[in-house]
């Protein structure tokens, strides 16, 4: 079973020796897509597909509680989407503060505890009240792990690691010399998580437009041609199920794989 649990397993996986995957214990990641083309195909505004996207949040959420997953990190609101409609990131933000508003307390009593990924300087005060309301309020819960990635870009994050670590380096706290895969990963936003073992994409695109880049180095890559606001607990069983049909390598080999070639 592979259970990614910090820095160090993102920076180098066993080389040696392949692993099975399994359900419980993994870190999960999901980009959320479709919702816009869920409602268009409807004839409604692409607001409603945000709600809707978030009835699929609030029900993946709790599946992948039920199916032991230890962390579930969504793809919120990317560094780019500040280009959209200023209507539609409105809504946006009003969708957030009304997700922390229902069911933080559910979250807080079910031991979950949440964090934000991405940049908080310059959002508006009343989404980042929200944000530490919600980090706050979970902080002593262990037993599952919801991060949201807002306001977050993967190159914006591996910039912003490597700017932290050239101002440590500069200041005499870091040698230089010692900076490798598990210090940057370290510096990185998600470094309390590790790598996702798994990153679902859902609407039938495939790409990762730019989530979590460095963390994906390992990861398996599931895309299912769902769109967001139909997703829920079969469809995230059925990604669960591809996963477990592989092999990870981490770039070696099976063993059966040496005695067939040597």
């Not at 229902?102 to 944000?131: F, H, M, N, Q, W």
């Not at 919600?134 to 991060?147: D, G, H, I, M, P």
């Not at 200041?171 to 010399?177: F, K, Q, S």
């Not at 895309?223 to 990870?248: C, I, M, S, T």
């Amino acid at each position: 079973m592979s259970t990614s649990s910090g820095p160090s397993a993102a920076a180098s996986g066993p080389a040696d020796a392949a692993q099975r995957p399994s359900g419980p214990g993994l870190h999960i990641a999901i980009i959320m897509d479709g919702n816009g083309r869920w409602a268009k195909a409807r004839g409604l505004p692409r607001t409603l597909g945000h709600r809707s996207g978030v009835a699929a949040l609030k029900r993946t959420v709790q599946a992948a509680q039920d199916l032991g997953v230890s962390c579930l990190t969504v793809f919120g609101f990317s560094t780019e989407n500040w280009r959209r409609p200023a209507r539609e990131i409105s809504e946006l933000m009003r969708l957030l503060k009304a997700y922390v508003e229902s069911d933080l307390d559910r979250l807080v009593r079910e031991g979950v505890r949440v964090r934000v990924l991405g940049r908080r300087t310059g959002l508006d005060p009343g989404i980042l009240a929200i944000i530490e309301r919600a980090e706050s309020r979970t902080v002593a819960n262990s037993r599952y792990q919801l991060q949201v990635a807002f306001n977050y870009g993967g190159q914006a994050d591996i910039a912003d690691a490597a700017r932290r670590l050239a101002q440590d380096a500069a200041a005499g706290r870091l040698d230089p010399d010692r900076i490798d895969e598990q210090v940057f990963a370290g510096a990185l936003s998600t470094a309390a998580s590790g790598p996702p073992d798994l990153i679902i994409r859902t609407s039938g695109e495939q790409r990762l437009s730019n989530f979590l880049l460095w963390e994906a180095a390992y990861a398996e890559l599931v895309f299912q041609d769902v769109l967001w606001p139909d997703y829920g607990e079969a469809h995230l069983k059925a990604a669960l199920e591809e996963f477990n049909r592989r092999v990870r390598r981490y770039g070696g080999i099976e063993v059966d794989d040496v005695l067939a070639t040597g």
